[in-house]
């Protein structure tokens, strides 16, 4: 059983400071999650020799979820396409 102790889930905020409905960042013990509505989009771990997923399935699914990915990884999409080329982040199923 995970303890709820265990991560904490908080809204995106704007940049006037308000909370963004339905774009998340969960923080767990070893990274954050980004989930946009009900899907997981990306992980990032705390560790830095580890590597961002990013969910294969919504990664890229719509431009507003991209729009609030690209702030969660710190870039932008060209950026994030350059790194999963080049190996730096990796593709896989976050929503099973």
């Known amino acids: 059983m995970i303890s709820l102790k265990s991560f904490k889930v908080q809204n995106m905020v704007s940049s006037t400071g308000g909370k963004i409905s339905n774009q998340s960042i969960i923080e767990t013990e070893g990274g954050y999650y980004f989930q946009s509505y009900e899907s997981i989009i990306a992980y ?8 961002v997923v990013l969910d294969a399935k919504y990664w890229d699914y719509r431009r507003t979820t991209g729009k609030y990915r690209n702030i969660f990884l710190g870039e932008d ?3 994030t ?3 999963l080329k080049g190996g730096r982040y990796i593709l ?5």
């Open 44 to 51: 990032k771990p705390k560790a830095e020799l580890c590597k």
């Open 77 to 79: 999409k060209e950026t």
């Open 81 to 83: 396409e350059r790194k």
């Open 92 to 96: 896989g199923d976050l929503n099973k």
